[in-house]
């Protein structure tokens, strides 16, 4: 299956799974439309693909992976809320489309990604015949979205606009805001698949730390490069907030010799799955060549 169609298969069935999981009753219908109003908004769901690629290229059962796809779908799209915030990042536009707080009201945004992190919660935890393997995923999921992984990484973020980084700082603040949850989503390929053999857990793991950096470099390239409508968001925001970035620190030239560094790097790791890999190099290149 080439990646193409296997990222467009992967993406129907995130948003087939969500869009099911999703329906219930509410006190408060508003909650929920902003909820999916911020999941179902244009988004390419690399981290579920990863989770669906990786279980897929385990030879796991593919309902295996609809919870855990779903699930830190669930988490990304509520980072991407409250990241747009005005305390946050205070951006109006994210895919092109006015941000939640911009459709509805900032308590709103608020509460919609609030809730969509319960909601990846409470996905992971329905009845299983596996209850080790949902407790691993669990811990999984829990480790890369808070202070050890994405919050910690977005707070660092926040706290040094305007302030010198050295690119170890860079580098270690992408690993955690980036990086942990895309490692996430191939830890929870792994654990749905039920395979096991930590040579091939650990190969994965450093794919995972290549790509993540590669995808925050390739963002921070395309902030300098890119143009808003292909963007779906203001280009040049990371410029204008003063943000530290790889072209900032490096230069750009340098920036891209560490964009191919990093792509040569997640090939390199999967060399132990041998042909089994096509599939993650091919998201490798998607990641490293993406326009938006």
Known sequence: MRLRHMLDHYKQRTESQLNQFLLHSSIDPVLQEAMRYGLFNGGKRVRPSLVYITNEILEGHVDAADRAACAIECIHSYSLVH??????DNDDLRRGKPTCHIAYDEATAILA????QCFAFELLSQETTHPGQQLAMIQVLARASGDKGMCAGQSFDLRNVNKPLTLAQLEEMHRCKTGAL??????????????????????LQ?????????????????????????LGKPQGSDVDQNKPTYPALLGMDAAKAKLQSLHSQAHDAL???HKKGEPLKAMADFICQRSH
């Open 83 to 88: 990241d747009d915030l005005p305390a946050m």
């Open 113 to 116: 990604g609030d809730a969509l």
């Open 182 to 203: 895309i490692n996430a989503s191939l830890e929870l390929g792994y654990l749905a698949s039920g395979y096991q053999d930590e040579k091939i857990r650990h190969a």
């Open 206 to 230: 450093l794919y995972g730390d290549a790509i993540g950096l590669a995808f925050q470099v390739k963002d921070d390239i395309l902030d300098v490069e890119g143009d808003t409508a292909t």
């Open 271 to 273: 060399s132990p799955l």
